[in-house]
């Protein structure tokens, strides 16, 4: 059974940091592309941070500069280092693991950026 399991999230002022960790079980970790997706309310769910099994790594343009994400396959753990957070970074993140047609998703952790 696959399973991936999301932590870190929380409430933090804006300019604060958060990082958010996702452990994955049940897969062949270091063969798949892993993301950190997000939704705000209202919003449709988007791409976030992603890193392929050869370690390059995507970013949308609203986050270069301010997230990193990385992955530590010994421990089939993906993180998302998240600095310099703005309001408009609240959201509802999803980690994501993707190989092919097989695609599977955490359960999700609460980031709200607020004074």
């Known amino acids: 059974q696959v399973q991936l399991v999301e932590s870190g999230g929380g409430l933090v002022q804006p300019g604060g940091s958060l990082r958010l960790s996702c452990v994955a079980s049940g897969i062949n970790f270091s063969v798949y592309r892993m993301g950190w997706y997000r939704q705000a309310p209202g919003k449709q769910r988007e791409l976030v941070a992603a890193i392929t099994s050869g370690r390059t790594t995507d970013y949308i343009d609203s986050v270069k500069g301010r997230f990193t994400i990385s992955r530590d396959n010994t421990k089939n753990t993906v993180y998302l280092q998240m600095n310099s957070l703005k309001a408009e970074d609240t959201a509802v993140y999803y980690c994501?693991?993707?190989?092919?047609?097989?695609?599977?998703w955490g359960q999700g952790t609460q980031v709200t950026v607020s004074s």
């Open positions: 994501n693991s993707r190989l092919v047609s097989r695609d599977f």
